[in-house]
């Protein structure tokens, strides 16, 4: 219970020393949301997405799940998109992953966990897709990192791929889809390379990266 408790103090701490910086932040942020950016990240919970872009409540529309993972049928992740991009107006939509996601790690060696191995199938059919990219690479650790990137560009890749998105294009709406992923050593984000913001880009991007065996990753 300590715990709790020291939850709701460092909460009122929060809430004094925000209105002492603005007295009127939290009157003005009940008003309106008018974020620029969704965030689909991973539930870890060493990812807070506002903290490690230092953005403040309000700046930023946030859904996340186990190995951040964009799911055709997962209605609350597409409902997510959706508010997004229809109510919101976002102007870019963040997939972003981490390097030593203990989701893609179950997925890459099969590990049974229960309910979660349902989800984590997601995963394992990028880790198939690619086995010819993930095979060869006989480090552990590297073949773990690059299984996290794939699976960031898939799911981005998924976002493009939304009813949503593809009507917001086709209505000429301002908005990028982006791969990007975090590692926790060291603090940093790394951008991917996908960087989409048509249903035509998201084709050149297919007839660029498609032309070889596996999605050309930069890694940083």
């Not at 020393?17 to 870890?44: H, K, N, V, Y």
């Not at 529309?61 to 964009?70: K, L, T």
Request: one cysteine or more; hydrophobic letters at 40%; charged letters at 20%.
């Amino acid at each position: 219970m300590d715990g709790l408790k020291r939850m709701f103090a460092n909460n009122r701490a929060w809430a004094a020393e925000m209105t002492r910086r603005s007295p009127r932040f939290f009157q003005d942020l009940s008003e309106l949301q008018e974020p620029e950016f969704l965030w689909i990240g991973c539930a870890d919970s060493r990812v807070p997405a506002n903290e490690i872009v230092g953005m403040r409540p309000g700046e930023l529309f946030v859904h996340r799940n186990v190995a951040n993972i964009v799911s055709h049928t997962d209605f609350n992740c597409l409902s997510v998109i959706q508010y997004a991009v229809e109510a919101l107006k976002v102007r870019h939509i963040i997939v972003c992953g981490h390097y030593g996601c203990g989701g893609v790690i179950a997925a890459q060696k099969n590990k049974r966990l229960g309910l979660i191995d349902n989800w984590l199938r997601h995963v394992q059919d990028v880790q198939e897709k690619y086995r010819g990219v993930l095979s060869p690479i006989t480090d552990e650790a590297e073949r773990q990192d690059r299984l996290c990137e794939l699976n960031v560009i898939e799911q981005a890749v998924n976002v493009c791929q939304t009813t949503v998105v593809q009507q917001a294009w086709r209505a000429g709406q301002d908005l990028t889809v982006h791969g990007w992923i975090y590692r926790l050593n060291d603090g940093l984000l790394h951008d991917l390379g996908l960087c989409v913001s048509s249903d035509e880009g998201l084709a050149d991007y297919y007839n660029v990266t498609h032309g070889i065996d596996h999605w050309p990753v930069p890694r940083g």
